[in-house]
């Protein structure tokens, strides 16, 4: 079975539970700090992907890095994942409960990306636009990139708008080679 597939179906199987026990909220915000530790302690991400260490050994400093500070629930996920021998697959659990979560909620992830951090004003106002495009409540993340040299990239969901200066540098060197134009671009 994919990786995917595997965790999508404990998150789903999570987010019906959150739901029923009426925690939810809870189990979004420790799903969310799970994910930030495993971005800041790329050692435990490895650990858990590790075939080496023993299943209990990996539960244990699951439980002493997270007990007291998670929902009991949470805890149980770390618990189950790890007596199947897939706790390998915490990180993409996390990361499809929070895909799942959003489509539960009618909430579009969108990215941003620009060569300079943009105000809070345009930042509202793609929010908005997104909204309007979407019908759905929107969470933006930022994200800042040099090389874009000026304009933004915006992604929502699947699609994305290239309004960059080197996406349109990539359209007219396209433009030429299709063309039959020999550029040393």
């Known amino acids: 079975m994919s990786e995917f597939r595997i965790a999508s179906r404990y998150a789903k199987a999570l987010l019906e539970l959150a739901e029923e026990k009426k925690c939810l909220d809870k189990v979004v915000a420790d799903m969310e700090q799970f ?40 805890m149980s996920i770390f618990e189950i994942l790890a007596k199947k021998n897939r706790e390998m697959y915490l990180p993409e659990v996390a990361a499809a409960f929070k895909s799942q ?16 951090p943009i105000s809070d004003a345009i930042r509202k106002d793609i929010s908005a636009i997104v909204k309007k ?16 040299i000026g304009g933004f990239v915006l992604k929502i969901g699947d699609k994305q708008i290239d309004d960059s200066v080197s996406g349109k540098l990539k359209e007219l060197r396209l433009q030429f080679v299709d063309k039959g134009y020999q550029s040393k671009m």
């Open 35 to 74: 994910t930030e530790v495993c971005k800041s302690n790329h050692d435990l991400v490895l650990m858990l992907k590790n075939p080496i260490i023993s299943h209990y050994k990996k539960l244990a400093i699951l439980k002493e890095i997270f007990k007291g500070k998670v929902n009991d629930l949470t």
């Open 133 to 148: 495009i979407t019908n759905s409540d929107v969470v933006l993340t930022e994200k800042t990139n040099p090389e874009l």
């Open 101 to 116: 979560f959003y489509t539960f909620k009618g909430i579009v992830e969108s990215t941003i990306t620009t060569v300079h």
